[in-house]
């Protein structure tokens, strides 16, 4: 089997380049009255309230409210896309990681309040890319299971089912090709 190590920094860096532009973006998430436009699958990848909404438990509802503070919404939300915490006290990080299910996150706000400045740079890296590596296998299983799955694509008797975002992030004809259909 042929694995890049660095596709999972490449296809977050993909995914966050289409969240600032506003492309295939499907959950609306309102924390202290700013809106975030998000993957719902990115998402999905760290917290359990995002795979239930993923898996249906959230209707057809693309908006929805967070009771946590903004630094720690976006904290967690780096999390997702760049396999880091944003900057945020560990308690907000905390009560962010609470709300939405995300082990992880909570984690990753425990490591980094008990080795504040003892990792080195090397180290960060390598957690990052680590952490990025257990986004994408969380997206993949996801997709075994058959949750996510919004795009299909059908070729001479063939059908081929996969996640919009994900086709696009991975495959630059595709990406201009979803994005000019769209």
């Known amino acids: 089997m042929l ?41 999905a990848a760290i917290s359990s309230l995002f795979q239930g909404r993923l898996r249906g438990g959230g209707g057809q509802q693309l908006r929805f409210s967070l009771d946590v503070t903004r630094r720690g919404w976006e904290a967690a939300m780096t999390f997702a896309y760049e396999g880091v915490l944003g900057p945020a006290s560990q308690g907000e990080v905390l009560a962010a990681a609470e709300a939405l299910g995300a082990p992880r996150v909570k984690n990753a706000a425990r490591v980094r309040s008990e080795g504040h400045g003892k990792a080195s740079e090397d180290e960060e890296k390598l957690s990052q890319a680590e ?51 769209c």
């Open 131 to 181: 952490e990025l590596r257990e986004n994408l296998h969380s997206i993949e299983r996801l997709y075994r299971e058959g949750v996510g799955c919004d795009l299909e694509l059908e070729a001479e008797g063939y059908l081929l089912r996969g996640e919009g975002l994900g086709a696009t992030a991975k495959n630059a004809c595709l990406r201009v090709l979803f994005v000019l259909r």
């Open 3 to 43: 694995c890049s190590m660095e596709h999972p920094g490449q296809f977050f860096a993909e995914a966050q380049r289409l969240r600032e532009q506003k492309l295939l973006l499907d959950e609306e998430v309102s924390v202290g009255g700013q809106v975030y436009g998000v993957h719902r699958v990115i998402l």
